[in-house]
């Protein structure tokens, strides 16, 4: 059995040299030993300690400079403008938490103070605060080297949280993983934060991702990338261990886009040209990739549907991020191109061999759609299927059969959308953002954004994996019943020395409680 692994270039079509010795069963034991120690004292450090944590890696990651961006070129071959883009995205999530940390409300502290006069019964003094919920395992994404990877999102708001955490690193782009976690275990350091508070592992999802996810130190799971990986995880975390854990798992969504007939009449030649570089953007390899298209059966859309198949013809071929995803790629659009009922609209040569992509477009109808369920499969690449619907209650059926996505868009006048509103208010069950009059591709990191939906496109509908509320995912409420004052966490001391802001026998204030 191999004892190291290596990444692949695309670019290159080889191995880079450099090998990763597989973490040895002692290194992982005592990975998960220092993790488990170091949950009280890590929990215990101030808001603003942790975000001064989180800012060092921000600052330790901008310090990696052009050999971080060179490395991941040559292990992902993402072109520098899109990684260093994703670079920056990253530190601005870390700031985030780190912001969020030092306003200090994000704890939802609540204090039902005691009355003991109550009749017939006093009532006790009660305070409630987030706590972290404890070590967290992170699986890190292909397509996202940074940013959804070794210090991104799920890191982040773990830490933040204050949790341990353990990244498995994705073997796409160890090089990168390595260099970003040295930069963690720096800043780390600089800032006293306690032995095991991160770690990155290497090894493969199967032996040892179901490993780290089957002990019973690990509390949760962040996840992104396939359906099956997600699947393997989820049922290790909740049916094979003593004790289940959240697992929090982005996995596969096509992000359905409706083309109301007004518009699409009107703009024909803009939604066309937009749509075919959100289904290109990255090589398709997006997890908001638009992979799916609803419009009705009428002049414009089959305008439109000639429009994005020249649009997409003149795009040109681009590498992907490594040979499996290329393959998949290949080997998912055939099955959909010999599916009874789908039809070519465009389709470009095989490049496996090179590793890269072209685009396709394929076309059913909504009646096959609605009949095969293999139709929703994800084809991660430059790939999008036009299903087009004979009518308005086609159209709606078709909507009301898909399965849970990150996205839904919908492109349509105003009065359309109003009277369109019965399809909006079915789209937005099935999705985690809603969009209108644009493409799905695009992520803002902001307070409001969702990035999440329900099954299959994440394993718990109830929250985002990108923005503040990602925090959320890695605490949970405790309550302290007539806790002596120095014992209570700092932020439900009476002085509230940090000045966060807290709900006080139902009012919400920054005061102390008297
Ligand atoms: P992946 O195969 O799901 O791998 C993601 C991580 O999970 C890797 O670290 C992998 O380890 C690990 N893993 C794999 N099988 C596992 C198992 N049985 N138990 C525990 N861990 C396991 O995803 P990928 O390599 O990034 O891309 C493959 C496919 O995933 C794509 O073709 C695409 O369909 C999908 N994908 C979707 C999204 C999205 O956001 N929707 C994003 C990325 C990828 P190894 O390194 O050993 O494989």
Request: proline share 6%.
């Amino acid at each position: 059995m191999s004892t190291s692994l290596q990444s692949f270039s695309t670019l290159k079509g080889a191995y880079i040299p450099t090998t990763f010795p597989i973490s040895t069963a002692a290194e992982v034991e005592q990975v998960l030993q220092d993790a488990a120690a170091a949950s009280i004292p890590f929990g215990k450090k101030t808001f603003i300690e942790r975000a001064e944590f989180l800012e060092a890696i921000a600052d330790e990651i901008m310090e990696l400079g052009d050999a971080l961006l060179e490395k991941t070129l040559e292990e992902t071959a993402l072109p520098l403008a899109r990684l260093t883009g994703e670079r920056g995205r990253t530190c601005t999530q870390l700031k985030l938490y780190a912001n969020l940390l030092r306003n200090g409300s994000w704890c939802d502290a609540v204090i039902d103070t005691a009355m003991p006069e109550r009749q017939p019964l006093p009532r006790a003094d009660l305070r409630r605060i987030l706590q972290p919920i404890g070590p967290v395992l992170v699986f890190g994404a292909s397509n996202f080297p940074y940013a959804y990877s070794t210090a991104g999102g799920d890191t982040a708001s773990a830490l933040a949280a204050g949790c341990p955490v353990i990244v498995k690193a994705h073997e796409s782009h160890l090089g990168t993983s390595e260099l970003v976690a040295k930069a963690v275990l720096r800043a780390a350091e600089k800032t006293g934060m306690p032995k095991g508070v991160f770690a990155s592992l290497v090894g493969t999802g199967p032996i040892l991702g179901q490993q780290l996810a089957a002990d019973e130190r690990i509390q949760a799971i962040g996840f992104t990338g396939s359906y099956k990986a997600g699947m393997a995880l989820y049922t290790t975390a909740t049916q094979k261990r003593k004790t289940p854990i959240p697992v929090y798992a982005e996995m596969s969504s096509i992000n359905p886009v409706i083309l109301l007939p007004e518009l699409l009449a009107q703009k024909t030649a803009f939604i066309a040209a937009a749509l075919a570089g959100s289904i290109c953007l990255g090589v398709g390899q997006f997890c908001t990739s638009p992979g799916l298209i609803f419009a009705l059966d009428d002049e414009a859309t089959q305008s439109f549907a000639a429009e994005l198949a020249t649009a997409l013809a003149a795009v040109l071929p681009a590498t992907m991020l490594n040979p499996q995803i290329c393959n998949t790629y290949y080997a998912n659009k055939k099955q959909l191109v010999n599916t009874k009922n789908v039809k070519i609209l465009f389709e470009g040569s095989e490049l496996s061999e090179v590793f890269q992509a072209t685009p396709a477009l394929l076309q059913t109808t909504a009646l096959h759609f609605m009949a095969n369920p293999s139709l929703q499969k994800e084809i991660f690449g430059p790939c999008s299927l036009l299903v087009v619907c004979k009518n308005q209650q086609e159209l709606y059926a078709a909507i009301a059969t898909m399965e849970g996505q990150l996205t839904g868009s919908v492109y349509g006048s105003t009065e359309e959308l109003i009277q369109h509103q019965q399809l909006v208010d079915t789209l937005q069950q099935k999705v985690g953002r809603l969009i209108f009059n644009n493409v799905p591709t695009g992520v803002e990191v902001c307070n409001a954004i969702v990035h999440g939906g329900p099954f299959p496109a994440t394993t718990d509908a109830r929250t985002t994996s990108v923005g503040p509320e990602a925090i959320r995912r890695f605490a949970r409420p405790v309550c302290y019943q007539d806790c002596p004052e120095a014992l209570l966490p700092l932020y439900l001391r009476n002085s509230n020395k940090a000045g966060i802001l807290r709900l006080v026998n139902g009012i919400l204030t920054i005061e102390a409680v008297a």
